[in-house]
């Protein structure tokens, strides 16, 4: 009993992983308007407690965009495309 529990606590308390390339060819195509977006956006839905956003160096994916990962699965935004991109990927995720 105490166990499940335990385990029910673990699970409310995992955050959906937001995290976005912060190396220097994400960072001309717009890395920084993206984070200030996804924080703002963050914020306006009130899903802080939910999303932990963070930055990594390169994700091996320059070619496209900036390169943004939701929970390990790899996305290329532009600033444009962020705010669809956070309705469709991580409210989709949170709302699940
Ligand atoms: S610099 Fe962002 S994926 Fe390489």
Known sequence: MTDNIHRKDRMNDK??????????????RGSKDVVQILEKLVVSKGVGDKVNLSGSFCMGECTNGVCVSVNGKKFSLTPSTTESFFEEEVMEVLNK
């Open 15 to 28: 955050k959906l992983e937001l995290i976005v390339c912060i190396g220097s060819s994400c960072h001309l």
